[in-house]
């Protein structure tokens, strides 16, 4: 009998614990501790037990069934607490959301474009960040050896070594988004005006306002009746109104102050370079204008009449302007930065800003 109520314990308590359900935790307790149960036979059993097997043998009987009952009751816990859900503490306050946000250049060249467009430009996007030398420069009135080549810091691609295999034209990464205009010309006719905003490239030494790798805005209008006051007036126009929005801007409503200085592109004639007045020191010098109290943002003239002769136009016909300009010195003059490395070190004490 010791035996067999060893077993029995044995046996309810490896079931109990397999148990997965309260289901077939009632069905056990029936099993065992029910009145036909496994217990209570053996508790009835000890009636026919001698006086001296009854005092052995009737405690352990006894101490079986409580052992049993608390295996199950242990369970029957354990499985309502599996079940039960965690409790929500609605008055907790919120976890705040990190949301992303626009890059200052995204920021500004949506501005730009805007602008643009409210004054009945289209824009034209992309053209090639790997171009070839042909609309980067040929087709520009740049001919090779001529000097305003060096002008263009060039990073060129490398050419395959074995010359069945590969690209072997003169590739190089776009020094400006001139390329652009001839690439529009020669499949549009005039009028139109177009502005181009792309990444381009120049193998420079950094400083606080040259990059490697920068963003131009090329705009071309072309028509019978383009002159350069269209010009003046769009530029001028395009400048109050950028550093009028005032979202972010640290030259709030300041008069913006123009600077026309004659220069030299070979595809304009004649050229000429902008300068905006430093917003920061009003031009007194600083250390975004590097003391000049200007900073040169923009190429800009009429469009050379061998380019459009080049694009097939007839230059005694049509006329136009074009410029460029550098996304990255105005949004240093629109939000006062005063490096243009800032804008790609992904410092987020400083992208977290705008
Ligand atoms: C040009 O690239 C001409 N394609 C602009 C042009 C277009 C002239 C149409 C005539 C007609 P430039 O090299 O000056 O011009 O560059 C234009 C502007 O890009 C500059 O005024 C300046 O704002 C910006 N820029 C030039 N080099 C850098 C640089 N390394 N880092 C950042 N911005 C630069």
């Known amino acids: 009998m010791h035996k067999k109520i060893e077993n029995i ?6 079931e109990i614990e397999q148990c997965l ?21 053996i508790l009835r059993s000890l009636t026919s037990l001698s006086v001296e097997d009854k005092r052995t043998i009737g405690p352990k009987a006894q101490s079986l069934k409580n052992e049993i009952d608390i ?33 200052p250049l995204t920021i500004i060249g949506k501005e730009i474009i805007e602008i643009f467009k409210n004054m009945g430009f289209s824009v034209c996007d992309g053209g090639p960040e790997i171009e070839n030398e042909y609309y980067n420069f040929d ?34 990464l776009r020094t400006h988004t001139s390329p652009m205009q001839i690439r529009y010309m020669e499949k549009h006719n005039p009028p139109f005006r177009i502005i181009v905003p ?33 010009f003046k007036y769009i530029v001028q126009e395009f400048f109050n109104k950028l550093f009028s929005i005032r979202k972010r801007s640290s030259s709030k ?5 123009i600077r026309y200085r004659p220069s030299y592109f070979p595809f304009v004639e004649p050229g000429l370079e902008i300068d905006i007045q ?27 009449p061998n380019v459009l002769k080049a694009v097939g136009y007839n230059p005694k016909k049509y006329q136009g302007f074009a410029f460029g300009v550098g996304t990255e010195r105005i949004a240093m003059l629109k939000y006062n930065i005063p490096d243009i490395r800032m804008f790609y070190d992904g410092d987020l004490r400083f992208i977290n800003q705008f």
């Open 9 to 14: 314990k044995n046996q309810a308590k490896k």
């Open 21 to 41: 359900d309260l289901k077939s935790l009632e069905n056990l307790k029936i099993k065992y501790l029910g009145r036909k149960g496994e217990v209570s036979s």
């Open 71 to 103: 295996f199950i009751k242990t369970k029957i816990r354990n499985l309502l607490d599996k079940k039960r859900t965690p409790i929500i503490d609605i008055t907790t306050p919120g976890k705040k959301i990190k949301t992303g946000h626009l890059h």
């Open 139 to 172: 087709a520009l009135n740049i001919p090779k050896n001529h000097p305003a080549r060096e002008m263009h810091d060039t990073f060129w691609v490398k050419k395959s070594s074995n010359p069945s295999k590969g690209i072997n034209d003169n590739l190089l």
């Open 198 to 230: 792309g990444r381009v490239f120049r193998y420079e030494a950094t400083d606080a306002s040259h990059e490697i790798n920068f963003n131009h805005i090329e705009c071309l209008m072309v028509g019978e009746d383009v002159n350069f006051s269209n």
């Open 253 to 257: 409503n300041k008069k913006i102050n």
């Open 278 to 304: 430093c917003v920061k020191c009003g031009g007194k010098g600083c250390n975004i204008c590097a003391g000049s109290g200007w900073l040169e943002v923009m190429g800009a003239g009429m469009v050379h």
